[in-house]
């Protein structure tokens, strides 16, 4: 079945530091892809997604490409913030339904 | 105008009781959706209602029982709590279950199994 695997956390960085979070599938067909965000205390919210391949997701300063060919969607930000210290949930359609990573916690130490 | 609304957002229990979670959502949505997170924020999906009517049943033991009155409803009732169960249970909706449907969360319900 569809599946989404990300880099585990946490994934500790300095404020200004650059941000990369791996996240690859495997899916039949040619799902949209997720980024979700959960702040501490708080339920998921969308961060960004792309609907096909080539496309650039974009929010807050978060980027990330749908990569067809490597089945990939990686999360990067060039510089990132105390205050993007949360949970990050990669995810795909399929079935109805959202096909989630693990999570991966970032902490960001000022 | 709080989207998505959960009560209660902390519930603490005995083993062996029942209890109900409630969500309800203003966006006018068709579908609605229960998830369990575990300690180490693991997403579930448990079950999903589009228009009333249950499209997605996880395995799930059936002492959980969802409910949707109307769609912009979906309940949570779990007889018979076990430790196992406790977890936050999040409550979502969408505009449907077609492609690129964003998902919009409410803010949790951390229920806690004594």
Redesign the interface.
């Given at each position: 079945g569809d599946s989404v695997t990300q880099m585990e956390g946490p994934v500790t960085l300095s404020e200004e530091a650059f941000l990369t979070i791996n996240c690859t599938y495997t899916a039949t067909g040619y799902p949209s892809l997720f980024w979700y965000v959960q702040y501490p205390g708080e339920g998921l919210q969308l961060l960004l997604k792309a609907t096909k391949a080539d496309d650039k997701g974009s929010n807050k300063g978060f980027e990330a490409t749908y990569r067809k060919e490597t089945t990939s969607f990686h999360l990067e930000k060039g510089s990132v913030q105390v205050s993007d210290s949360a949970v990050y949930f990669c995810a795909l359609d399929s079935n109805y339904q959202l096909i989630w990573g693990a999570g991966t916690k970032l902490i960001i130490k000022p | 105008d709080t989207a998505?609304s959960q009560t209660p957002k902390y519930l603490v229990t005995q083993m062996g009781n029942d209890k109900s979670i409630k969500c309800e959502q203003n966006l006018g949505h068709d579908t609605m959706?229960w998830y369990k997170q575990d300690s180490?924020?693991?997403?579930k999906?448990m079950f999903?209602y589009?228009n009333k009517e249950l499209?997605?049943n996880e395995t799930v033991p059936n002492r959980f029982s969802p409910k949707s009155p109307d769609k912009a409803h979906l309940n949570l009732h779990i007889n018979s709590l076990e430790l196992g169960d406790s977890a936050v249970y999040?409550c979502?909706s969408s505009p449907g279950?077609g492609?690129?449907?964003?998902?919009?969360?409410?803010?949790?319900t951390r229920l806690t199994v004594l």
């Open positions: - | 998505v959706y180490k924020k693991f997403l999906i999903s589009n499209i997605i999040f979502a279950t492609k690129f449907n964003e998902q919009f969360f409410g803010p949790g």
